[in-house]
């Protein structure tokens, strides 16, 4: 009997091609039928990311595996999901259901194929973070790639095309860095099956191995340079900010993508054996490098767009540190950090464009004081579409507070939480040591002082924004823009409340991770499954290790 919750596993990848498919299908003008079509895919595809989180999360979890085509590992295409996977797609589903709402009210409109191209993004992530094969990793990267251009050029403006054009040139040529890295861990190794990679590195000849380790490298700076390490970020504030906002809002995920690659690829080819720590002092120090970079940049910012696309950079920047520590207790609070801040960023870049519409609006309060005072005339009352009440400019001004905090790392929300286990941890609860040395005191500094920068820059951003001017045009702010704001920031609460759940899960991920004796036991012990009418197999079922 066919266990069809086994097909879990490859719904995340299926789903948003078909939908894409059938969405080339609809006529454009049909908006509205595009939109309800994409949009029940999409929640479709959180409650299956959620199914799996859970099973993931649960007491008896374990690697699951999906052999495509009913071709054992490592002669065929797998798919294998744990703990990492599960929470990585839902984190994209719950960003995807966030942006495509607030696309809804007018930015699906202002160029074709938003919706098919949003898909194929969504196809794109989530075979990345599905895919055991180096191969099928470069697939699903280029479709992700693909999408974005479509989507990062949606829409007019002068800058946009000039950053879009930028973002595709760079991004080209991160392709090429990940053909050459592919082509020569195959032509050193003989597989590009992640679990066979693991199995056959400790026994490669030294002169071989170093083979393997260029080409490692090699592969490492195609995901350094959609992660923006410096010096390979300068694309990456320019891109992000000249993004509509729906876009911006998931493009957040990207980055962590190539964050989710890299720690997956170094704890389990270069956790132990003769290549241990490969890579880890460029991670480290590239990651210092690009931390400082993006505090600079987040202080310089005067554009809104701007400091959001630094935080990303200071994002990356403190996950890649992380990961050149390669410490387990410092990385389970990275993971609950690249959750926090992925939501923050994702979250800020849509209240961006509601708070950049209604800059000067804000000012109204202070156009009533004076008033009070007789300094200001009367203003006739005027009823009308798009006129914001009180209530409008306090839920946006709450939510810019939101993600101060959040990007500032101050309490009592979950940024603070991810940053306080993370710095504890460098100082002396972890396997570091008790007496941290000057190196891990710099970390610490960096991590106060990007999240200092980040005060100051928002401080100063919403004094200018909300009550820097008194006058200025009243913003049109719809519900329908508002709800997905308040989605993510209000996750980013539950992260705090259930901080302690959270962490816990953390920690057992990072467990899994440095054990990948588990990984590759679950892809060897795979099973093709038998026909049990025919003496054939069933084509597209998988297996899953007992």
């Not at 099973?55 to 009913?70: Q, R």
Request: aromatic share 8%; with cysteine; proline share 3%.
């Amino acid at each position: 009997m066919i266990d069809w919750s086994h097909h879990l596993i490859v719904t995340p990848i299926l789903l948003p091609m078909m939908t894409a498919a059938i969405l080339l299908f609809i006529d454009e003008r049909n908006r509205t039928t595009k939109a309800l079509v994409s949009l029940t895919a999409t929640v479709l595809l959180l409650a299956n990311a959620l199914v799996l989180f859970i099973v993931e999360s649960g007491p008896n979890s374990f690697e699951n595996v999906y052999l495509l085509g009913n071709w054992a590992a490592p002669f065929g295409v797998v798919l294998v999901i744990d703990g990492l996977s599960a929470m990585m797609l839902l984190l994209a589903a719950v960003l995807a259901i966030a942006a495509l709402v607030f696309s809804m009210a007018k930015w699906h409109a202002v160029g074709a194929h938003f919706h098919t191209l949003f898909q194929l993004l969504l196809v794109g992530v989530n075979g990345a973070l599905l895919t055991g094969d180096l191969f099928n990793l470069f697939v699903f990267f280029e479709v992700m790639l693909a999408a974005s251009y479509g989507l990062l050029l949606h829409g007019t403006g002068t800058l946009r095309v000039k950053s879009g054009l930028h973002y595709i040139a760079v991004n080209l040529v991160a392709a090429i860095f990940f053909l050459i890295g592919v082509s020569l861990v195959y032509g050193t190794a003989g597989t590009l099956n992640m679990a066979d990679l693991a199995l056959r590195m400790p026994e490669m000849e030294p002169d071989r191995l170093i083979l393997m380790e260029a080409g490692a490298a090699v592969l490492g700076v195609a995901f350094l340079i959609k992660v923006g390490m410096w010096p390979l970020c300068f694309w990456l504030p320019s891109a992000y900010s000249a993004a509509s906002a729906p876009v911006a809002g998931m493009f957040a995920i990207l980055s962590k993508v190539g964050i989710y690659v890299i720690l997956r690829l170094t704890m389990l080819l270069f956790g132990d054996g003769p290549s241990a720590g490969f890579g880890a002092e460029v991670l480290l120090l590239g990651g210092m490098a690009t931390l400082v970079f993006g505090t600079i940049g987040v202080l310089a910012s005067q554009a809104l767009g701007r400091l959001a696309g630094y935080s990303v950079l200071v994002s990356s920047g403190t996950l890649l540190m992380v990961l050149g520590i390669n410490d387990g207790v410092v990385s389970s609070g990275a993971l609950l950090y690249l959750v926090s801040s992925t939501l923050t960023i994702s979250a800020f870049f849509m209240l961006i464009e509601l708070v950049e519409r209604g800059q000067d609006a804000g000012a109204n309060v202070l156009a009533v004081t004076m008033e009070a005072y007789g300094d200001g005339e009367e203003a006739d009352m005027e009823d009308g579409e798009g006129t914001t009440m009180p209530g409008t400019m306090a839920i946006l001004g709450i939510c810019f507070a939101a993600c101060g905090i959040l990007l500032a790392g101050l309490p009592p929300l979950s940024g603070f939480i991810a940053k306080f286990a993370m710095l504890s941890a460098m100082m002396g609860t972890g396997s570091i040591g008790t007496t941290p040395d000057l190196a891990v005191w710099t970390l610490i500094v960096l991590v106060i002082l990007s999240g200092v920068a980040a005060l100051i820059s928002m401080t100063r951003a919403g004094i200018r924004t909300f009550w820097g001017s008194i006058e200025g045009a009243v913003p049109r702010v719809l519900v329908v823009e508002l709800v997905p704001v308040m989605l993510l920031l209000s996750l980013t609460l539950g992260l705090t409340v259930k901080a302690g759940p959270a962490m816990t899960y953390m920690d057992t991920t990072i467990r899994t991770l440095s054990n990948p004796s588990a990984y590759v036991d679950a892809v060897r012990n795979a099973h093709v499954v038998k026909d049990q009418s025919s003496s054939g197999t069933t084509a597209g079922e998988g297996g899953s290790a007992p």
